[in-house]
């Protein structure tokens, strides 16, 4: 089966009891046994949900895999695949990531004994030269947030050494868009919160592989540190995921159309979009993508306070946190996602402070375009100012 007849039917048969057509919210703790140590294959709804479950299957199909554990949120998803490391283990780290991850790891793990480095996973063999003798796990984003920069997941995976496992974040390019299983890596995260829930209205994440043994250690300790969603985030989750082909479809449409109208500006200093052929790995994301996502960054030309004025000025892109949304949203990551990150290490990376990006939703495009024009029309005069 292809993939919208996955999203919209695995996991998802009538219910067994009712004949229900829609998987029901199970919103119960706990399940009557018929004996001690006799029951449906239920006990605790932390262990095991039939709404959970249902989700599980529905997001393993999405990446093609065998194995899905679903989570409160997407921190607790890399949390746990976190939990697979010890004390003494290293990490080789993409440095272009989400504020949270680095977050997690920085101010958490460090603490436990794990160490980390950081590299610029765009040259692969960076990530090879960081390999210690202890290291367990390469995490990689891509595209990576805020800066659209990609990493070639096979070249990562080609040399990677025995013992090593293979991260990747999914949550900006989708299932829809981009597969790492199939390009060589070992686990998959996602924040369902982003495109995958697609309405903004449900915090969830996932943890998906093909290998047997990760998946019952995930499993493991899914049910051991407990951050697992409740049935009515994981009914939510899936009913968001059955159109994901379609919003991702418009997305890309509009996050395309957007980033060319931007590009074609002179007031407007960057464009980051994977789609531009001005991108500097448009012919990776050619080869590793089947489409380039609904995420573009931009730097509007003049000083800080012309970025601000700008953001402040658009009245259908919402400023705030997350993406992934039917919704557009505008977020300065400066000050919001990344905000966790040292200034200077911002900086060093090219997170200015006059960054925005760009959560493309799924409206009409010329709206989204005309509003944008009107931002910048309306803050030109500061585009000349010094910066
Ligand atoms: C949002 C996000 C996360 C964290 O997910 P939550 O659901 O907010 O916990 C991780 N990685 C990426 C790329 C994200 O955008």
């Known amino acids: 089966m292809k993939f919208s007849t996955r999203a919209i039917h695995t996991g998802q048969e009538a219910d067994p009891t009712t004949g229900a057509t829609i998987v029901p919210i199970y919103a119960t703790s706990t399940y009557t046994q018929e004996a001690v140590g006799v029951n449906k294959g239920f006990d605790y709804s932390r262990t095991v949900n039939p709404t959970r479950v249902a989700l599980e299957k529905q997001l393993a199909s999405l990446e093609d895999a065998a194995y899905c554990s679903a989570f409160s949120s997407g921190m607790g998803a890399t949390n746990t695949v976190m939990n697979l490391l010890s004390a003494g283990d290293h990490v080789v780290v ?38 210690r003798a202890n290291t367990k796990l390469i995490w990689l984003e891509t595209p990576t947030n805020p800066l659209l920069n ?27 868009f981009q597969r790492p299983l199939a390009l060589g890596a070992d686990i998959v995260v996602h924040s369902t919160t982003k495109y995958i829930g697609g309405h903004s209205d449900v915090v969830g994440g996932a ?53 060319r109208f931007l590009a074609g500006r002179s007031d407007v200093a960057k464009v980051y979009y994977p789609g531009l052929e001005s991108h500097p790995q448009y012919a990776l994301a050619k080869r590793q993508m089947r489409g380039f996502g609904g995420m573009v960054s931009l730097v ?44 200077e290490e911002r900086e060093r990376r090219g997170i200015t402070d006059s960054l925005l990006r760009l959560s493309v939703g799924i409206e009409d495009v010329e709206d989204l375009i005309a509003d944008l024009r009107q931002a910048l029309d309306t803050t030109a005069e500061l585009a000349s100012a010094k910066a």
């Not at 272009?96 to 794990?114: A, C, H, M, N």
């Not at 985030?233 to 479809?249: I, P, Q, V, Y």
Request: proline share 5%.
């Open 300 to 343: 509007p030309a003049g000083p800080v306070e012309r970025a601000m004025a700008f953001a402040r000025s658009l009245k259908l892109f919402s400023l705030a946190e997350s993406l992934g949304g039917v919704e557009s949203l505008i977020n300065h990551p400066a000050r919001m996602t990344h905000g966790s990150i040292p200034k």
């Open 94 to 131: 993409g440095e272009d990531l989400y504020g949270g991850t680095y977050r997690l790891f920085s101010k958490v793990y460090e603490r436990y004994g794990i160490t980390f480095s950081y590299v610029d996973a765009a040259v692969p063999e960076n990530v090879r030269a960081a390999l």
């Open 207 to 259: 943890v998906i592989t093909n290998d047997a043994d990760i998946a019952q250690r995930v499993k493991f300790h899914q049910n051991a540190v407990g951050a697992v969603p409740g049935p009515f985030d994981a009914f939510l989750t899936m009913r968001g995921a059955k159109t994901l082909a379609l919003r991702m479809r418009e997305h890309a449409k509009n996050a395309g159309e957007v980033a």
């Open 150 to 176: 990609l990493v070639d997941i096979a070249s990562v995976t080609a040399l990677k050494t025995a013992g090593v496992l293979l991260c990747v974040d999914n949550t900006f390019a989708s299932p829809y």
